[in-house]
């Protein structure tokens, strides 16, 4: 299969040719027409506020950070009455955005009583670009005008918004215009159409003016060298915004809609809430406009196997590529290289159960080749290297019989092994029993991430282990019965490298089994190879712990003491959470540093638990339809 590596101007021009065919699984306009089974003469119970233009107010992805546009902060305003869906495209002109056929998307999504907010202006203006260019009487006039007549069409009610001034001061310091005849080419088109108006390059220019030339760079994108790590060189952007100019604009454009009541009294009741942009604001993994490579696997689809599609996927794609694996069980070892990122293993089925993934190799099964046996760690079902993955609805398992193979010595058996840093996994299932879910990372002291919501692990020694960073959020963790009755196991085998401070939490999780009380361990300190700098870092807390749990939940492993651990639990209930001097509870005053957020947020501030979340403008939000 050849690369497939077009830049994302190239890839969404394509879109006008393609609007009827492409299955776009996996992105927020994907799952925004996932909606359109909707009535469309009937208003959402809570209405989107759709944004579309250009860089300025676009919603940008995690590897710009903190990179934002104002249209990715208004979400961070609005009370519970509506929400944003933020489709502006960087780059675009209010021409070159409707040529490519996303004002035809846009509007087949709105129902009435939505909200079209139209601001364009910055590329308008390059009029020797032909693909772009407009001018302001005319062309630029007409191309408005589609936007403003398309949503009325829909029942929607259009704004027009002037674009955002750039940050320009004369040499005494006084703001400058940056727009030309553009902005009153809006408001002009504004009063003759009747349509509602958000003058946005006054009032920018008007708080530019109050803030300098000094106090303008921390709203726009300056960042000194190592300031950030998407921007290793630092960056003096006179453009684009960082995440505090973001809310700064969203503000402007909030408070004009409620003072002229162009939204009703209520929508924005936090336009002075946001204290900490950074933390608040959501970076998707993608932006909302960027399309996926879309693989279909299963009977009678392009691809037999998972990992023949995973082969066909170019190395070093920029692109998320999306694997929609079709209900079945796939019998073969996958393997997704640390070259391959942004790979989506989407199951089709009604439940996780509908798509298994699974084989049967353990630690000391040998080889085809001969050249030994496969490890514990090779003998995974799944491996995933590559950054950015995600799965969802479906189950990798492991299904090596114990039992059955008594004479092999070492039958550790791991359904997924995971490094790829950045990795979201939801309504998944791990299947096994010793050795189920290795979360690893590429190296002793590298920290890799993963997050785990709403998932299903079951095993019985061990299950849970490596020198990974994880947050099991909601999740059911299942001890398997050993028919013993003093010791059916152990949850976690952690071997996190001492210089990394968060290893594995168990947030809001229920901890089941069938096996008899008291004879379960939440955990033992692996320390891999003996390294002694390997030290478990594991808490449990605000969970639910089944009498299985023992009561002294922690112990040692290979000669190491679990008390040198960093072991703690923290507002547990269940019959299983007692509190005794074996079950250190991590104090009070520090329940704030280790929550979700601590444990994914890393250098790059990586916040997938906000996707889905008020904070998200990269969906129609499911559920918000009448």
């Given at each position: 299969m050849a690369a497939i590596l077009p830049n994302r101007r190239s890839v969404l021009a394509s879109l006008a040719l393609t609007a009827g065919a492409m299955a776009l699984s996996g992105t927020g306009i994907a799952n925004a027409l996932t909606q359109r089974a909707t009535d469309p003469t009937k208003p959402r119970t809570k209405p989107v506020i759709f944004v579309v233009g250009d860089s300025t107010s676009s919603a940008y992805q995690q590897s710009e950070r903190p990179?934002?546009?104002?249209?990715?902060?208004?979400?961070?305003?609005?009370?519970?009455?509506?929400?944003?869906?933020?489709?502006?495209?960087?780059?675009?002109?209010?021409?070159?955005?409707?040529?490519?056929?996303?004002?035809?998307?846009?509007?087949?999504?709105?129902?009435?009583?939505d909200y079209l907010l139209i601001s364009f202006g910055h590329n308008d203006a390059k009029v020797t670009d032909p693909a772009r260019g407009t001018l302001p009487d005319s062309t630029f006039k007409e191309y408005l005008s589609r936007y403003v007549d398309g949503a009325k069409a829909r029942g929607g009610k259009p704004v027009l918004v002037t674009p955002v001034e750039r940050r320009r001061f004369d040499s005494f310091g006084n703001a400058k215009d940056s727009h030309g005849a553009y902005p009153q080419a809006v408001r002009e088109l504004a009063a003759a159409s009747g349509t509602p108006l958000v003058d946005l390059t006054a009032s920018s220019k008007?708080?530019?003016?109050?803030?300098?030339?000094?106090?303008t760079k921390q709203q726009f994108l300056f960042l000194t060298p190592g300031e950030h790590p998407q921007y290793p060189q630092g960056s003096e952007d006179n453009t684009h915004f960082q995440a505090a100019g973001a809310v700064s604009v969203a503000r402007l454009v909030a408070r004009e809609l409620q003072s002229k009541e162009i939204v009703p009294p209520g929508y924005f009741l936090n336009i002075d809430g946001v204290a900490e942009p950074l933390l608040q604001m959501y970076w998707p993994a993608e932006?909302?406009?960027?399309?996926?490579?879309?693989?279909?696997?299963?009977?009678?689809r392009t691809f037999a196997t998972v990992q023949s599609a995973v082969d066909a996927v170019p190395s070093n794609n920029a692109r998320r590529t999306v694997i929609r694996i079709q209900p079945g069980t796939y019998r073969e070892a996958v393997r997704v290289p640390s070259n391959k990122p942004?790979?989506?293993?989407?199951?089709?089925?009604?439940?996780?159960?509908?798509?298994?993934?699974?084989?049967?190799?353990?630690?000391?099964?040998?080889?085809?080749?001969?050249?030994?046996?496969?490890?514990?760690?090779?003998?995974?079902?799944?491996?995933?290297?590559?950054?950015?993955f995600v799965a969802r609805n479906l189950t990798f398992s492991n299904d090596f019989d114990e039992a059955a193979n008594m004479g092999i010595k070492d039958r550790q058996a791991v359904a997924l092994h995971i490094t790829a840093d950045r990795s979201v996994l939801s309504n998944v299932r791990c299947l096994g029993n010793q050795d189920t879910l290795l979360v690893n990372s590429p190296g002793a002291g590298v920290p890799a991430r993963f997050y785990f919501e709403?998932?299903?692990?079951?095993?019985?020694?061990?299950?849970?282990?490596?020198?990974?960073?994880?947050?099991?959020?909601?999740?059911?963790?299942?001890?398997?019965?050993?028919?013993?009755t003093t010791n059916n196991g152990y949850i976690t085998a952690g071997s996190l490298d001492l210089s990394i401070r968060y290893g594995y939490l168990f947030d809001q999780c229920r901890l089941v089994s069938d096996a008899a009380?008291?004879?379960?361990?939440?955990?033992?300190?692996?320390?891999?190879?003996?390294?002694?700098?390997?030290?478990?870092?594991?808490?449990?807390?605000?969970?639910?712990?089944?009498?299985?749990?023992?009561?002294?939940?922690?112990?040692?492993?290979?000669?190491?003491?679990?008390?040198?651990?960093?072991?703690?639990?923290?507002?547990?209930?269940?019959?299983?959470?007692?509190?005794?001097?074996?079950?250190?509870?991590?104090?009070?005053?520090?329940?704030?540093?280790?929550?979700?957020?601590?444990?994914?947020?890393?250098?790059?501030?990586?916040?997938?638990?906000?996707?889905?979340?008020a904070a998200d403008c990269s969906v129609v939000p499911a559920g918000v339809a009448a």
């Open positions: 990179r934002a546009g104002w249209g990715q902060a208004l979400p961070l305003l609005l009370g519970p009455q509506a929400t944003v869906f933020d489709y502006a495209w960087s780059g675009a002109s209010s021409k070159s955005f409707a040529d490519a056929g996303l004002l035809d998307r846009v509007i087949a999504l709105m129902l009435p009583g008007e708080l530019w003016q109050q803030l300098g030339p000094e106090g932006r909302p406009i960027d399309v996926p490579v879309t693989l279909d696997v299963g009977p009678g942004r790979i989506s293993f989407i199951g089709q089925g009604s439940r996780p159960e509908d798509v298994v993934l699974v084989f049967n190799n353990a630690s000391g099964t040998p080889k085809p080749d001969g050249s030994g046996n496969f490890g514990t760690s090779g003998s995974a079902s799944v491996r995933i290297d590559g950054p950015d709403d998932c299903y692990v079951e095993g019985d020694v061990d299950f849970i282990f490596g020198r990974g960073t994880a947050v099991f959020s909601g999740c059911e963790i299942k001890s398997l019965d050993r028919r013993s009380a008291n004879s379960v361990h939440l955990g033992r300190p692996w320390h891999a190879g003996g390294d002694p700098k390997a030290v478990a870092q594991v808490l449990v807390r605000d969970s639910w712990l089944g009498a299985h749990i023992s009561g002294t939940p922690w112990t040692d492993m290979s000669g190491f003491s679990w008390r040198e651990a960093r072991f703690h639990e923290y507002n547990n209930r269940g019959p299983g959470a007692q509190v005794t001097p074996d079950r250190p509870q991590l104090p009070g005053a520090e329940a704030g540093s280790y929550t979700i957020r601590t444990y994914l947020q890393g250098t790059d501030g990586w916040a997938p638990q906000l996707a889905g979340s």
